[in-house]
């Protein structure tokens, strides 16, 4: 790859940088877990969840201290409020994972630019 392709790239590199960048400077609050949907029976007897028609219930997941809670939720405010969070929270790793792969690529690309730029002159040292 000549130096002009090179150097193309690593503009591209840091456009799609600064964008991802927004994501990680971002406001928005945060949350680490994961929210789902499942079904599960009450323990009631007489209720219609012990015939095999379950109650859907959501709950979210998070790590704390090393180890995963788990806690139901009934309030649809509540669960629309951690599908956003836990979102946010996707979005952010996601963000800044790129953003290490894409500056991984960038030392690589600015070192073959310098390679090549020293190579344009042909000095050479020796007997």
Known sequence: MDLAHLRQK???LLAEESSLM????GREALLKGSI????????N???K??????????RI?????????TKSMCKTEDIERYKRLTNNYK???EARARIVKIQREQVILM???EAGRRGEYGLKFGK
Do not use: P
């Open 91 to 93: 979005q952010f790793r």
């Open 36 to 43: 789902y949907r499942t079904r599960t029976k009450c323990g």
């Open 111 to 113: 070192n073959r630019i």
């Open 10 to 12: 690593l503009s591209s």
């Open 22 to 25: 927004k994501v990680v400077m």
């Open 49 to 58: 969840c012990a015939k095999g028609d379950l109650h859907i219930v959501w």
């Open 61 to 69: 997941t998070k790590s704390e201290e090393g180890r995963t809670r």
């Open 45 to 47: 007897r007489n209720c």
